[in-house]
């Protein structure tokens, strides 16, 4: 079964600070990766793809993905309270079209 | 503006009755992805559309769901005899040929007593 595991949270940063939320996953074929926000009540929105290693940045967000470690995170520089949602990561692999899903990480940044 | 829209938003339904939903892509996309997220989970992959033909199917898609893309435009998500567990919210999510990224709708909120 292919995971993607990401811690629950909540992750609780302070205005201004880089939050820094975290994804792993299992299938070491995949190839794009994803990073949603989702708020209450609302569907995931797309804020990052990255599917190479290194990093990718896009103004207060950058995408870091290692495959060797199978591992993909994502930083936000000058937390505003209007982050605080649930980040959500998504893998694909070589072989479907499916995206598959981390339960996600709630951000609540605190002004 | 994702350019889905579903319909209908919210819907409230009785054990064992049938239920519909319609997902519209505002734009020509040929790849459509319908999910459904339960609470405190992140969306799980149901099945998935290119143009008209329905290319791949989860193994959480009971017999009793069925879905349709007739001429390759809007698309249809049917349950039959819904179950107190189908309550979620079902996505649908559109991508263009050449990029994977995948755009959602804004779900409808199913709900069953």
């Known amino acids: 079964q292919k995971e993607v595991e990401q811690n629950s949270g909540p992750l609780s940063v302070p205005e201004g600070a880089i939050a820094s939320l975290n994804c792993t996953y299992s299938?070491?074929?995949?190839?794009?990766f994803f990073w949603y926000r989702q708020y209450s009540g609302k569907s995931p929105e797309l804020i990052m793809s990255?599917?190479?290693?290194g990093d990718k940045e896009d103004g207060r967000f950058t995408a870091q993905l290692n495959k060797a470690s199978q591992y993909v995170s994502l930083l936000i520089r000058d937390s505003q309270p209007s982050d605080s949602a649930t980040y959500l990561c998504?893998?694909?692999?070589?072989?479907?079209?499916?995206?598959?899903f981390g339960k996600g990480t709630s951000l609540l940044v605190t002004p | 503006d994702t350019g889905v829209s579903q319909d209908p938003r919210h819907k409230i339904t009785k054990r064992g009755q049938n239920v519909t939903f319609r997902c519209d892509p505002i734009?020509?996309?040929?790849?459509l992805y319908w999910y459904r997220q339960t609470l405190g989970q992140g969306p799980e992959f149901l099945t998935y559309?290119?143009?008209?033909?329905?290319?791949?199917k989860s193994r959480l898609l009971s017999d009793r769901f069925s879905a349709e893309r007739p001429k390759g435009s809007f698309s249809t998500l049917e349950i039959q005899r819904t179950q107190h567990e189908d309550s979620a919210v079902y996505l649908c999510?559109?991508?263009?040929?050449?990029?994977?990224?995948?755009?959602f709708g804004p779900g409808t909120r199913l709900t069953v007593l």
């Open positions: 999510a559109i991508s263009r040929c050449i990029y994977n990224e995948q755009f």
């Open positions: 299938d070491r074929v995949s190839q794009s």
């Open positions: 990255i599917y190479s290693n």
């Open positions: 998504a893998v694909k692999g070589d072989d479907g079209y499916a995206l598959n």
């Open positions: 734009s020509e996309h040929n790849r």
């Open positions: 559309f290119q143009n008209e033909a329905q290319l791949e």
